[in-house]
Structure formats: C-alpha cells, structure tokens
C-alpha cells in the first residue's frame, strides 16, 4: 500500500487563528463543498481543505492503491506543510470532514490521537457500505468514468427537494464528480472497501461531534449515532433537512456543530450571526411568503418585537442542534393547544407539515392532548387543524 499525495486549498481565515482542516466526500472537492462554511468560519478559524487523488486541485493519481491508513497519512503530510508554515511545525489542528473526508477523520484520531483536538464528522460512519458495492463501483468508474455516477449521486446526496431549491450548489458539486479523475475515483472506492474502525471506536478519546442528515441514505443517522455513542467524548447532531452533503445543504448549521466542538475559545454567536441564522431557519420552517408578510407589516411598534421573534426563539431555539425539528413542531403544537394560543397555532400546524409531520400523526398528537390538556382545547385544536388542513389541499 502507498501513501498518495495530497494538495489542499485555503479556504479562508487568518493564518493567526486556530488552524481547521476540512475533507471533501467522494466526487466532490474541499472548494465547492466546503467554502459557504468556510466564509462563515472566518473570523474564527484559518480554515484550509484537502482533495482526494484525482480531485479538486489534487490531480496525481498514484499508480498503486492505498488504503483509508495511507490515506490519512498522506492527510497528515499536507497538514504538516500547513502547520510548517504557520510556524507550529508538529502542532495539532480541529478536523471536519464529510464522508470519506468523515472516515478520513476517524483514522487521523485513531492513528494520531495528539494531533487532532477536535472533530466535527458529517454523513460519514465507521464502516460505509460492504465491500462489494465499493469493488463494483469502482470497476464500473475506472470502466466508464465519473459521468456515470451523476445521475444517481444527484439522487443520493441531496434531500428531496433541494435541487431545485439550490440548482446552482447542486450543480456546482455534480460538476466536481463529472470532473473527478476516473482511477482517482475507483482507488478511493478500493480504499472504502476494506474501511472498519467499528471495533476501535472507544479508543478515540478526542471530543466529537457526529453531523447526521436526516434524509441520509448512504450514511443514515444509525451510523452517526454509532459513532457518536461509541468513542469516549461523542454527541449527535441530526439535521433535519440534509442528505449526505452537510456542509453544501445546510452550511449554517455545519458551521455551528464545529464551533459547538472546536470553538476556539467559546464566544458565542454574535447577536447578528444569531438573527441571520434564525431568519435562515423561519424562513424554512414558516415558508418565505409568511416570513416577507410579517417582515413587511412590521412598524415602528412591532419592528423590534419582530426582531426578538427571529433572534431569540428561531436564532437561539430553533438554531440549537439537541432535538430535530419534527420533535420541535410536536413540543410547539402541544404547548400551543395547552394555553389556548389558537393564532399561532394554525401557522405551526403548517410549520409542522414542512417538519415532516404527517396529517396521521398530527392527529395522534391532538388526541394525547385531549387527555392530559382537555378535550375542548382537543376539540378546537381539531377544527383549526380540519381547516388548515382543507386550504392546503386547495393549495395544492
């Protein structure tokens, strides 16, 4: 096995903060993957990503296969260059990585536990796949190259939806994998094929954060809770509406897991990184025109209490990483229904159809509140949700 030669990128900040390596996932590169959390990470980190062989910026191809150790080496031998020029030669470094650039992560903890401070582990897992699929897969790239694989990673990488939400970023990050290098590809297939660090899992004693999406096919929540229950430090941070590219779907969460790990030294969120954030995630659970609604009606009276809507309860509670959002809509739902806050509730029973919450289940929640809140909250609740229920099929 071979160590293969890695070239990475400055993604941004200032050499004189803490130093933050981030790994691509295959097919992709550490630019078009990583620089939205990037720009958001700035003013915090010195933030630097490395291509896989045959990807991104990295255009040698070695001639022999390596495996997910060699790899990782290969890692470490650029994070060294870095590190040499910042003057820290041998220093240790935050690490976030999607995917292989996940797995990459969990063997530079294992293999140089002092190095790496922290982690920040996105979509990733301690075994991806079997090998199998990886040994095919790559026999079927190095055959008929990377464009072979754009239809289908277009369906598993993105949740549903996001598209055509983000054409432009979906795109941007098909284009990596048309442009990927076809051997540069399949090795790191080979390498993924023979990948299993589940059994070394409580040697890591680094703290971690494991980044699930919630829409992830390729590394479902299940594996992230793996990893996250299984070294010694770890926490679980589900993302409601991400596939398997969380730093490109939703890089304002990605960007708040790390710091949540690696901050640097535990400032909080400004207040207007807070409101911007909060704004990002009303806009996604109340929809656009609601939010423009709102925002327009605002005066000189309500402006501010607008203001203190989107930074305290969407930027400092809907923003926290602990619960999902469908869990959030169910708690809203039957706080709402308890006081009688009949307004609101119409909105957030919309709010928890975008959460995922289906009509059945909505009904199941109203009916454990006819016991333990009353049956003519239950009952009202019931005719709101009948109405709001029928426009949205005139919507449709």
């Known amino acids: 096995m071979t160590t293969p030669s890695i070239v990475g990128v400055q993604l941004g ?16 590169s550490a630019t078009t993957l990583w620089s939205r959390v990037a720009e958001l990470l700035e003013d915090d980190f010195h933030v630097v990503g490395w291509d896989l062989p045959g990807h991104g910026v990295n255009k040698a191809v070695p001639a022999d296969s390596f495996d997910m150790a060699g790899l990782a080496a290969g890692v470490l031998t650029f994070v060294d260059g870095v590190l040499g ?8 470094f935050a690490y976030a990585g999607d995917s292989v650039g996940g797995a990459v992560g969990l063997q530079l903890l294992l293999d140089q536990p002092h190095r790496v401070r922290t982690a920040a582990l996105a979509c990733t897992g301690a075994r991806l796949g079997d090998e199998s699929m990886w040994r095919e897969r790559a026999d079927h790239v190095r055959r008929s190259g990377t464009p072979v694989m754009v239809e289908s990673s277009a369906q598993r990488w993105f949740r549903p939806g996001f598209i055509d939400e983000q054409p432009e970023v979906a795109a941007t990050l098909l284009h990596a994998l048309q442009d990927a290098d076809r051997f540069g590809y399949a090795a790191v297939c080979d390498a993924l094929a023979t990948f299993d660090v589940r059994h070394r899992l409580g040697e890591i004693t680094a703290p971690v ?17 793996e990893v996250a229950h299984g070294v010694t430090d770890g926490r679980l941070v589900v993302l409601d509406r991400v596939g398997h590219q969380a730093p ?45 609604r709102a925002t327009a009606a605002a005066t000189d009276l309500t402006r501010e209490f607008q203001e203190f809507i989107t930074d305290y309860a969407w930027g400092g509670i809907w923003t926290r990483p602990g619960i999902d959002r469908r869990s959030r809509s169910m708690i809203t739902l039957t706080a ?25 289940e909505i009904k199941e929640l109203i009916l454990q509140t006819a016991i333990y809140c009353g049956v003519p909250d239950a009952n009202t609740a019931f005719r709101i949700a009948q109405r709001t229920f029928e426009d949205e099929k005139d919507d449709d």
């Open 13 to 28: 900040g200032s050499p004189d903060l803490p130093l933050l390596v981030c790994g691509p996932s295959l097919g992709t």
């Open 85 to 92: 020029e910042r003057g820290e030669p041998g220093g240790s």
């Open 209 to 225: 954060v494991a980044v699930a999406g919630a829409y992830d096919v390729a590394a479902p929540v299940a594996a992230m809770a």
């Open 248 to 292: 490109a779907e939703s890089p304002e969460q990605t960007a708040a897991a790390i710091r949540s790990v690696a901050g640097s030294d535990g400032t909080p969120l400004t207040i207007a990184e807070r409101r911007a954030a909060g704004m990002t995630v009303r806009r996604e659970v109340l929809g656009d025109a609601h939010v423009d």
């Open 336 to 360: 709402l229904i308890a006081r009688g806050h009949d307004e609101e509730l119409e909105m957030h029973l919309r709010a928890a159809r975008t959460n995922g919450l289906s009509i059945d």
